[in-house]
Each structure stands twice: as structure tokens, then as C-alpha cells.
């Protein structure tokens, strides 16, 4: 429920963004972020590790396969959530609070929405998905079995990530964190009581799952509530006038976020091709990549209320220097984190009681594609510009040509060459094509916005792109 507020507004949704030192307010937002990510996803590979202590490789197969659809719903979930981080930290940067309050709510209320529509369309052809995607009978019904108890808890994950978003475009770094840390934990104390304990196996999985995004949604909302004071009661009047604006950001980058789990689910069709061993790998690589990278994913997710707060405030040149810092952030750690992975490789395989050809694609990501993941990071800072600064579109665009034309051949040709391993190769090459193409149409698109200003520093360019 969302409560009139009459109180006055608290200091927290000041624009603290427009001020300071950049740097540090992008390391601030990115590593609060992530030790709330890396928690959730290493509570997503604990799950998976417990599954494999059944005993049952066709689990493994099962969940992995599940996760690529729950993946898609997610990705959808967070591309509806970018108008709420992005209209909120604008409209704080325009120091509008009730213009921040009304789109908090409202573009919460339009993402539910959305996702509600496609994650009832995905119920309708659940098994049909499950079967395209490469699995056989006994891999079908585990999928089947985890998804049947996980995906109605879609607009819950979608609600909570919204809010989430909210706390970002306000600055609470730590609100963020505590929400996501807060499900992180709850799943990691559920999980072993369900799937052992009670003896539940995959079905405890999921149900631990779906307990947590209840967990995230409460503290995300009790933070917005208590701390800033900026729930109010949704008016239709209102919802009508925002939504064009709020559609116009999440219907694009909906679209951006579900490429790359389409083309992920490619992948995984031309990897299942080559037998299960090779799909359990893959579900592996698939959990340790957003546990090992989840700094690079909330660099991204801190970039974007940094840059919306200066939008508002028409300090381009703050822009400029935000996005070069986040740049050469990205490069760091991605080659500090692809060391960690080359050196961890053995571990990893043990510890999954993988063999053979699982074994074999694990090393091969872990020793030498790993650090092609910086490309991943050049073009989701380059979505957070887009989709911040006015050319949400563009980032559509990209994304959709990365999870095609970046993704199919180079995969068909890169599997044909070299079986299974060749599939991910292939991945990891035209990952990078669009890697650099997204950062040349960023920084395009800022230095636009440099020219503008210069042009006519006393007027406020609402669409940048035309220069």
C-alpha cells in the first residue's frame, strides 16, 4: 500500500549527486550496490551447489535451464525499473520532490504492470519454452517443476527492483544494499532447511527463492517510507499524465534487457546440442558470471542516477567526467577479476563435481574469456548513458543488435569450427563488436550535449541527440 505523506522532506532527496567529488560518489553507489548483488547471486550458485549435492546432474540441467526463462523475466523486471531511476533522479536533480514522489510510485505501479502481462504469457507456454530451449524429458520436468513455484512471484521482483531503483536515483547506496542483503539472506537460511532438511530438493529451491524477493520488496518499501518520506497514494490523473513519459524509457529499455537473455538462450540451445555435461557447465558459468561481475552490473546501476541528477542540473561536464571514471573502473576490475577466475578454475570445478566436457567449458571460460566481460561493462555503462540522457532508443537498438547480429553467427560459425567451446567464443567476440560500438555512440552523445550547452548555455536541451 502507498500512504499520503505530509511530512516534510527529508534531506536525504537533497541532489547530492550535482556536488562532490565523482569518484568517489560512482565507487560509493557501485560497491554498496554489489556486496548486495554478489550476495544475491552467490546465494544463486550456493543454490545451484546444493541441488548438485542430490546427486542428479538432469537438477543441475533443470535449474539451469529454468534460470535462463527466470533470467528473461528479470532482465524485463529491471529494464522497467530504469524510468523509476531515472525520471526520480532527474526530477531530484530539478529539486521537484513532488515531481519525484508522483514518478516513484507511478513508474513502480506501470513496471508491476508490465511484468505481470509477459510473466502470464510465459506461464501460458512454460513447457513449450522449456522444450525449445534444448531440454530433454527428465531435464523438462525438473525445469518445469522449479519454474511452476517461482515465476508467480514475477511482479513481486519486479515491484522490489523498482523500489530499489528509487533508493539509487535518491543516493541511498546503503538503502540498496540492506534491501538486497536482507533477501540474500533470508534464501541462504531457507535453502538447505527446504531442499534437505524438509527434504524438498528443487521445488525447496525455488520456494526459498520466492521467499527472499517477498524480503527485498518489505525492507525496499519500509526504507522509501520511513528514511524519505516519499511514498504517497497513486493518482489516476496523475499515472495518465506520467506514464508517455515513464513508457517512453521502460518499453526501450525492456526491450535492451531482454536481449541478452534471448541471445543467452540461444547460446544455451547451441550448447545443449552437444549433450547435458556441456548444459551443466554452462549453468555454472552462468551463476559465477553475475557473482563474480555484479560490481560491474551495479557500476552501471550507480552510473545512472549520478548522470540523471547532473542531467537535471545541466552540468554536462560533470557528465563527461562520470562516465570516463566509470570507464576505467570497469577496466580495472575486469582484469583483476578474470586473475581471481584463472587462478580459481580447479576450485570451481570441484566444488560442482563437474567432469569431462563440463569441466572443459568451465576452463575455458574461466582461463581466457573472462576478461572479454569488460566489453559487457563498456556497453552497460554506455546503456546508462542512453537511457539517462535522452536516447533511451539507442540503447534498445544496440542491445537488440548485440543479442542478433553480435550473438547468432558469431555463434553458429564459432560452433561449427569448435563444438561447444567455439559457441561460447563466438559469444565473447561479437560481445565485444557492440561493446565498442555502444561506448562511440556514449560518448557521441555526450559531447552533443557539451556542444549544446556551449550553443545555448542559458536554455535546457531536452533532446541532445538532434546535435
Known sequence: HYFIINFPVNIMNEARFVTGKLSTHILKMATTSSIGLMAVFFVDLLDLFFIGLLGNIDNVS????????????????????????????????????????????????????LTLLIALLAMVYMREIVYLLGASDDVAVVAVD????????????????????????????????????????THLTLDPILIFSLDLGVEGAATASVSARFVILIVALTRIHVKHKLLIKPKFIILKKNAPAILNISVPAILTNCATPLGNAFVLYSIAIYGSNYVAGYAVISRIIPMCFAFIFSLSGAVGPILGQNYGANQYQRIKRAMLDAQLVNLLFCIIMSFILFLCAPLLINSFNLYGQASDIINLFCKYLAITFVFNGMLFLSNAA???????????????????????PFVIIGGSINGASGVLIGQAIGAALFGVIGLIFAKKLIYGLLAAEKLQPAIKIDNPSKY
Open 62 to 113: 533443470g535449474v539451469g535451464i529454468a534460470g535462463s526463462l527466470i533470467f528473461l523475466l528479470t532482465s524485463i523486471s529491471i529494464g522497467a525499473s530504469v524510468s523509476a531511476g531515472a525520471l526520480v533522479s532527474k526530477s531530484i536533480g530539478e529539486k521537484n520532490i513532488e515531481k519525484a514522489r508522483y514518478y516513484a510510485v507511478n513508474c513502480t505501479l506501470i513496471s508491476a504492470g
Open 386 to 408: 542512453l537511457n539517462n540522457l535522452g536516447s533511451p532508443k539507442l540503447s534498445s537498438a544496440l542491445n537488440i543488435g548485440k543479442a542478433t547480429l553480435g550473438t547468432i
Open 146 to 185: 522449479y519454474l511452476i513455484i517461482i515465476m508467480p512471484s514475477a511482479v513481486i521482483l519486479s515491484l522490489a527492483l523498482s523500489s530499489i531503483a528509487v533508493l539509487r536515483a535518491l543516493g541511498d547506496a546503503k538503502g540498496a544494499m540492506l534491501s538486497t542483503l536482507s533477501g540474500a539472506f
